[in-house]
């Protein structure tokens, strides 16, 4: 379900072994968690299956596409395009993909399976392709709709990215939850906090159209989730953390589109 980063699941064997997928060692982070709970997802609904067609958003340099495309996925990776990926700093921070091959620097791919079934586009997630509706099983994004310059604009992506899958197809996508309030946060910046009220919108907005999508906002009770991080952030025991006045912490959303293709429940 749609769910925020905490302790336990660190603790979840699972999460060893998809830490050892995309060849890192685990680590109490909740940038880790991200990669982590986007692949327990779609393999629990059996979306990482030979044939099937996979979308990534912002993929940067992350790791998994290349782990999809080395289980049989086909996948399109997207990113902003160079000028202004530099103007906003991505490309300074090494968090931009430049082209095709930044998506296998692990090498979790052979490189002819990885040639085969990868390809790579130019996209602003503000402006989805509408030629690309309806054509994928799934699709993910990991920390990056946050940072399409207002809450509005990233409940807009996010419902808006359900439109490129088949029916019964998975939209999976992490962001950043503002644990300290529901009523006043952080909006119109290069970095958003989504709080529960507009995760609760979505849903909404979400269940109108016939999708299904869960919530559980529960924080977790273990020494972890009740710790802060502050600047300059630590490599661990990183699950929540300040940015200005607010608390925050990684928050998955999986949203199932309207409609059966078969997929496994």
Known sequence: ???ACTQAQFEDPAYAYWCEQIGEVPRTHRKQWEFCY?????????????????LGFGVGSEPLAALFAARGVSVLGTDLEP???MDEGWVDTAQHAAGKEALNQ??????????RLVDFRF???NAIDPMLDGQFDFCWSACAFEHLGSIAAGLTFVERSVDTLK???LAVHTTEFNCSSNRDTLDNASTVLFRKRDFVELGQRLKA???????NFELGDLPLDKHVDLPPYALD???????????????????????????PR
């Open 1 to 3: 379900m749609s769910q």
């Open 38 to 54: 986007i692949l327990q997802v779609l393999a629990r609904y059996g979306m990482l299956a030979p044939g099937l067609r996979g």
């Open 83 to 85: 000028d202004r990926a």
């Open 106 to 115: 692990r090498g979790l791919c052979p490189p002819d399976v990885f040639d």
């Open 123 to 125: 996209m602003d997630m």
């Open 167 to 169: 029916p019964g197809g």
């Open 209 to 215: 159209r016939g999708c299904e999508v869960l919530f």
């Open 237 to 263: 025991n990183h699950l929540k953390l300040r940015i200005e006045q607010w608390t925050t912490t990684s928050f998955g959303i999986v949203v199932r589109k309207a409609g059966s293709a078969g997929y």
